[in-house]
């Protein structure tokens, strides 16, 4: 469950990110160079860099737990119900 958050949190915050990040740099007059004299160009990026961070989380949290568990996703999944085999 906080995998599945984590994931879907880091996913919004990149494309909301590169989708502001692509509105403002059209208004720079120098371009992506000029993005950290404002603060209102920089927002997108800081968005960027933490839903990337929250994607990388989402993995270590993954990877964490199967090795607690001493299973791969793969296997965590044939044991949920209804993805078993038969």
């Known amino acids: 469950m906080r995998r599945q ?5 880091g ?9 502001g990040a692509g509105y403002t ?5 120098r371009g992506i160079t000029e993005a950290p004299s404002h603060w209102w160009s920089t927002a ?3 968005g960027i860099v933490l839903g990337v961070g929250l994607l990388v989380l989402a993995r270590i949290s993954d990877r964490g737990q199967s090795l607690l568990t001493g299973t791969n996703s ?3 999944r044939a044991q949920e119900p209804g993805h078993g085999p038969g």
């Not at 996913?11 to 989708?19: S, Y």
């Not at 740099?25 to 007059?29: E, G, I």
């Open 5 to 9: 958050v984590l994931l879907i949190g």
């Open 11 to 19: 996913l919004f915050l990149v494309v909301a990110g590169v989708f």
């Open 25 to 29: 740099v059209r208004d720079l007059a």
């Open 44 to 46: 997108p990026w800081i």
């Open 74 to 76: 793969t296997e965590r």
